[in-house]
Nanobody, 125 residues
């Protein structure tokens, strides 16, 4: 089971920048693309950026031109550079495979999506 640890979040003023990092416990680009997701209070989790092992990237319209996803295969790390931040970017940010990694939960006898603890990004106006 892969472990994902996100870091780099914080409080920043609108227009500012942050760089998020996601460290994985093992190679993460071997099968699926990797992505950054976010979940704001009261909203569904959304996928905002993805990157394939070949370096192809895709962005949600809401972040296009402001966010840049990148990866370092040797370090098993994915990054998200966020510029020109807006208050609506405030959310808990997660990295994960696209689609998300899954694990078997023996307590419920169900297969569930795996999520790390995320990193909080708060943008003040």
């Amino acid at each position: 089971q892969v472990q994902l640890v996100e870091s780099g979040g914080g409080l920043v003023q609108a227009g500012g920048s942050l760089r998020l990092s996601c460290a994985a416990s093992r190679s993460i680009f071997s099968i699926n693309a990797m992505g950054w997701y976010r979940q704001a209070p009261g909203k569904q989790r959304e996928l905002v950026a993805t990157i394939t092992s070949g370096g192809s990237t895709h962005y949600a319209d809401s972040v296009k031109g402001r966010f840049t996803i990148s990866g370092d295969n040797a370090k098993n790390t994915v990054y998200l550079q966020m510029n020109s931040l807006k208050p609506e970017d405030t959310a808990l940010y997660y990295c994960n495979s696209d689609p998300p990694y899954k694990y078997y939960d023996p307590r419920s006898d169900r297969v569930r999506d795996y999520w790390g603890q995320g990193t909080q990004v708060t943008v003040s106006s």
